[in-house]
């Protein structure tokens, strides 16, 4: 077991998880700094480390994970400055942005020393550090980054800086609006009078069908199979708020089956 040493600024959602993974591989936590002392004070329990204000929480530590919201990483950055030791890394969690979200800091700490990790899963409540292990990241910096990341458990890959934000349009529609999607599926349950839990079976074999096969293989129902009959019926079935974004998902079917099909096509004009 390792006995490196890790702060965190930032024990909300993705924070708790990184730092309660990598307690839980032996790394001592050194110090948690947060703006709501309790919050900070009941992670800082879990893994028998102190409070620390954001000045001194990086004393001592090999490695700081800043796990701030993207848009105050840069500021929190510079406030652990002060206290941080020659030759620590300083690590962010952002997908949206790469190292360039330290902004200022690079101008005073070195960039080798500078990185980022996105664990690119959901992580919430007490079981995010476990949804971490053979989850990906991608990772920017020095090859530590990545060293960090396999410790946990995650696959790490790299992004190029130019398609940074490419790749987090893809992560936020893999989460987020598959989100969305079942938030429609809910609504359309309710109005048809059947449980929304009917549909989670299919929901995850779906799933688990586009990882096996890949999209355009698991892709099947009435666009697939080119019943235009069908889906005019679930367009006049639909309640005007609805049919926008069934619409939408449609056409991305019918472009995902290559489906050249001009009374399909003609009738997903809408
Ligand atoms: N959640 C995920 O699924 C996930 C996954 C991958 C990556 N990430 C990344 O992880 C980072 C944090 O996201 P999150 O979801 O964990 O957010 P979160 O749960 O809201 O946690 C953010 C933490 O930052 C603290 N904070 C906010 N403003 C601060 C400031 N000015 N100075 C010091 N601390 C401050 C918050 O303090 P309080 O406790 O006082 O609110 C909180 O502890 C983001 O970069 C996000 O992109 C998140």
């Not at 000045?55 to 530590?61: K, L, P, S, Y």
């Not at 929190?76 to 997908?95: D, F, K, M, N, R």
């Not at 599926?185 to 995850?204: H, I, S, T």
């Not at 019943?227 to 069934?246: G, K, M, N, S």
């Amino acid at each position: 077991m390792s006995q490196r040493t890790l702060a965190l600024v930032g024990p909300g959602r993705a924070g708790t998880a990184i730092t309660l993974a990598l307690a839980a591989r032996g790394w001592r936590v050194v110090g948690v700094a947060g703006r709501d002392e309790a919050r900070a004070a009941a992670l800082a329990a879990r893994v028998d480390a102190p409070v620390r204000s954001i000045g001194e929480v990086a004393r001592d530590a090999e490695v700081v994970v800043v796990a701030t919201p993207d848009s105050v990483i840069e500021a929190a950055t510079l406030a652990v400055i002060p206290a941080l030791g020659e030759g620590a890394l300083v690590v962010h969690l952002s997908g949206a942005r790469g190292i360039e979200a330290f902004g200022a800091v690079r101008e005073v700490v070195d960039e080798a020393r500078l990185g980022a990790l996105h664990p690119l899963q959901t992580l919430s409540g007490d079981d995010g550090a476990a949804r971490l292990p053979g989850a990906y990241a991608a990772v920017e910096g020095p090859p530590f980054v990545a060293e960090l990341a396999r410790e946990i458990g995650l696959v790490p890959f790299r992004v190029e800086p130019e398609r940074r934000a490419l790749y987090h349009a893809a992560a936020a529609i893999a989460s987020n609006h598959l989100v969305a999607l079942a938030g429609q599926v809910e609504r359309l349950a309710a109005a048809a009078e059947v449980p929304f839990a009917a549909f989670g079976p299919l929901m995850r074999t779906t799933l688990d069908a586009v990882a096996g096969l890949g999209p355009a293989a698991a892709l099947t129902g009435p666009v697939a199979r080119g019943d235009v009959a069908t889906v005019a019926a679930h367009l006049a079935a639909l309640a005007p708020a609805e049919r926008d974004a069934y619409l939408t998902l449609a056409r991305e079917a019918q472009r995902l089956a290559g489906r050249d099909d001009p009374a399909l096509t003609e009738v997903l004009r809408g």
